[in-house]
């Protein structure tokens, strides 16, 4: 790191501020599959950064399109103005979008997509007559970013001590986790799947099902250490939905763009969500932008409630489908389909599984879980010091093995670039192992 380089100024978002400025872990260039330091060592990205650089880093296309894009055109309004890149990155989108979902509202990330989404929900029953639906529930341990919403009809019990109490309306479903029945499952859990009758038999009793406006979960809860669902589980989740005319929303914030193998897991599950959240693969990261992909009878009811030259749903960003960024998802889109980047993240899951499953009988695994090109190695924690075993193997994977990982608890969570091959996913592993195997059982 360069001395003269102030680090105090910066307030470091989920960081252990102290700890990083302590010994900082600085990136200074990213092609392909990996970070240079500024130490100059190449570093093995295990992460696609944070589950967004699918089509790995500086593609010369996306990087092209972008700068073609700020030379001509840096911004222009999309409110009652519009320009051409916008319709055209709705299209691309939608082009690759489950059936039926066809109308796309465009945000800049994830926290946003998921308040867009929990909007146009609570907005469409009300246009239609039905505004008694308020409610809105989500799972314990999901992440649905960090708005008021988001942390809502999230589970994360850390934004509750911070910042108080969600938003009136709101209830739970447990997630779905259970390693004493499934652990070292090899894909999807063969448990559990009865775990989703818990919104009928408990929440919608409790609630009564006319006043819950929509369901929203990821399909795969990441951020909070890849848990899967028990096979049959999101498509019974679908059918009481359904059955009570509930919304059901796929926060698909890192699931989306090719993780499972297929566009979106809706295309894994084949279960489709009235809408889909999506962000970071969506531009590769490259530019901010997040996306509700809609069904577009949901669509339509907003534009059969108001009248001809009133605005029909109020909500929108500044930067809603920024040139840059539409310019950069068009351009994401495109190598997705040409490099076929989906289908070969398809081919190489069954050697990224072997792989992380290796690590089962090293000292302190608990659970590997994997899916796609995600894997979960939950570890045990050392006593009285939670996620403190975790975060070593993250540090010394860094600074001894030049790899990239991520950790959540004592979770270390991997999500590759799609580009991975054979070797880089053997050095990735491997080094994990390593450093377990060297510390031994404690
Ligand atoms: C499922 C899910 N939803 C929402 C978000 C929030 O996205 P952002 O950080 O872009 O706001 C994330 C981020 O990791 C996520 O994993």
Redesign the pocket.
């Known amino acids: 790191m360069p001395k003269t380089l102030n680090t105090e100024h910066f307030w470091m978002p989920f960081t252990a501020n102290r700890q990083f400025k302590s010994k900082p872990r600085m990136l200074v260039a990213a092609s392909g599959m990996h970070y240079t330091s500024d130490d100059g060592r190449k570093i093995l990205d295990g992460t696609a950064g944070?589950?967004c650089v699918n089509a790995g880093h500086g593609h010369p296309k996306i990087v092209e399109a972008i700068q073609r894009q700020a030379a001509t055109m840096d911004f222009a309004p999309v409110f009652q103005m519009g320009h051409p890149q916008a319709f055209e990155a709705a299209t691309a989108l939608v082009s690759i979008a489950p059936e039926g979902l066809n109308r796309v509202f465009f945000c800049n990330?994830?926290?946003?997509?998921?308040d867009t989404a929990l909007k146009i929900a609570l907005a469409y029953h009300r246009v239609r007559g039905d505004g008694y639906r308020t409610r809105l529930i989500g799972r314990e341990r999901g992440?649905?970013?960090?708005g008021f919403g988001?942390i809502s009809v999230g589970g994360i019990a850390g934004n509750r001590k911070h910042f108080g109490p969600p938003l009136a309306g709101v209830d739970h479903l447990r997630h779905p986790l259970d390693i004493a029945r499934n652990a070292f499952s090899r894909g999807l859990p063969e448990l559990g799947a009865e775990m989703a009758d818990e919104l009928e038999q408990r929440l919608l009793t409790l609630h009564d099902p006319a006043t819950v406006a929509a369901v929203i979960v990821?399909p795969i809860q990441?951020?909070t250490g890849v848990i899967l669902p028990p096979k049959g589980y999101l498509q019974k989740l679908r059918a009481i939905c359904d059955r009570y005319g509930i919304l059901l929303i796929f926060?698909e914030?890192?699931t989306g763009f090719g993780r499972l193998g297929a566009p979106f897991a809706a295309d894994y599950f084949d279960v489709v969500p009235d809408m889909i959240?999506c962000?970071?693969g969506l531009t590769n990261a490259t530019v901010p932008m997040?996306a509700v992909i809609v069904r577009q009878d949901i669509h339509d009811a907003f534009m059969d409630a108001a009248p001809e030259n009133a605005i029909e749903f109020f909500h929108g960003y500044t930067y809603s489908a920024h040139p840059l960024a539409a310019a950069a998802m068009l351009a994401t889109v495109d190598v997705y389909k040409t490099e076929r980047l989906f289908e070969r993240a398809a081919a190489m899951a069954p050697y990224f599984e072997e792989a992380a499953h290796s690590l089962k009988g090293l000292p302190n695994v608990k659970d590997v879980r994997n899916l796609g090109l995600v894997c979960g190695i939950e570890l045990d924690g050392i006593p009285g010091k939670p996620s403190a075993r975790a975060f070593d193997v993250f540090l010394k994977c860094f600074w001894d093995k030049g790899v990239l990982i991520r950790t959540t608890g004592d979770i270390i969570a991997l999500s590759p670039p799609l580009i991975i091959d054979k070797p880089q996913i053997d050095q990735l592993f491997g080094s994990i192992a390593d450093i377990l195997r060297i510390a031994g059982k404690s």
């Open positions: 944070l589950w990330d994830g926290s946003e997509g998921v992440y649905h970013g960090v988001g990821e990441g951020s926060d914030v890192i959240i962000a970071k997040g």
